[in-house]
């Protein structure tokens, strides 16, 4: 869960949006120690009991510390002191609330309107390839690839990201790209499958595994990939994928700052 990133004006989404979150999402929420940002969900979740029911009700294991927020949380608020833990909220967990409005987030995120798809062309033959896209989010990487790759298989463990792409597909008449639920971590494909495995902003927080589970799907020879978008902030060098194997690939993007890109063949 990221802050400051700049994607949503938080005073435009009501706190309802966590009701389009899925378990995975609420759960990093509720695990989160820091004192400021349990105070405030405490007080919009007792301000907000539909809110409480869905979380206690998607995340069992979360229903006790639901009830011990709400309870720990000061009883009297104002609806300004309400709005502004909501607002408090949502802005820390930006991430997850733009991908409940996905027509927001490909018009708000600067690695999706910044990028130039050549970047990825360059790393790559995609042409007749199958090639799958994991945290495929609004399908920045899976739509430019459809275009040459024979099949796209686009893993995203959101619904309202999934959907989007579903809908896309639909109104474009693309008949090469199928979007399926799944992790990084667990992806649903037998070994050796892909010609091509791509990411982009994904891959980082258990970084070995990640990288042992993207392995196991690619075919010997196959590709492996990194490739963020332009970012308003300088994305890279990124040791943690140099240091096993991966070549490194630096430009200047759109917004004027460094972007490192990485690949590696299986
Ligand atoms: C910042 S977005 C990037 C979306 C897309 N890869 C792109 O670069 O345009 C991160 C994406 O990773 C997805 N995601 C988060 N945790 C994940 C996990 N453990 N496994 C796979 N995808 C994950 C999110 O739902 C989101 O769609």
């Known amino acids: 869960m990221s802050l400051n990133l700049g994607w949503i004006k938080p005073e435009e989404y009501s706190f ?17 120690e820091k004192p400021e940002f349990r105070q405030a969900l405490g007080i919009a979740l007792g301000g907000n009991p539909t809110v409480a029911w869905y979380i206690k009700h998607r995340c069992p294991e979360y229903a006790a510390t639901v009830d011990k927020l709400v309870a720990s949380a000061p009883k009297v608020v104002s609806a300004d002191q309400l709005r502004q833990a909501e607002i408090y909220i949502l802005a820390s967990m930006e991430d997850f609330v733009i991908y409940t409005t996905p027509h927001k987030m490909v ?12 970047r990825l062309f360059d790393l ?12 495929a989010g609004s399908g920045r990487l899976t739509f430019a690839v459809a275009e040459k790759a024979a099949m796209v298989y686009a893993v995203e463990p ?11 597909i639909a109104r474009l008449g693309i008949d090469n790209i199928r979007v399926t639920d799944g992790f990084v ?24 595994e990640e990288l042992a589970e993207i392995e196991r799907v690619t075919k010997p020879g196959g590709w492996m990939l990194n490739v963020p978008g332009d970012s308003e902030f300088d994305i ?3 040791e943690e994928l140099t240091a096993r194997g991966f070549e490194e690939i630096h430009y ?6 460094d ?4 690949r590696k063949r299986k």
């Open 16 to 32: 309802n949006s966590l009701l389009l979150m899925e378990r995975f999402q609420l759960g990093y929420a509720l695990g989160r």
């Open 107 to 118: 018009m708000g995120c600067d690695f999706i309107r910044g990028w130039d798809s050549q």
């Open 124 to 135: 790559a033959g995609f042409e007749g390839k199958t090639v799958l896209d994991i945290g």
């Open 158 to 168: 959101v619904g309202t990201l999934r959907e989007f792409m579903r809908d896309e």
């Open 185 to 208: 971590m667990a992806l649903p494909f037998p070994d050796a499958t892909f010609d091509i495995v791509m990411s982009g902003h994904v891959v980082g927080d258990h970084i070995d």
């Open 236 to 238: 890279g060098p990124w």
């Open 252 to 257: 200047v993007g759109s917004f004027g700052k």
């Open 259 to 262: 972007v490192h890109i990485h």
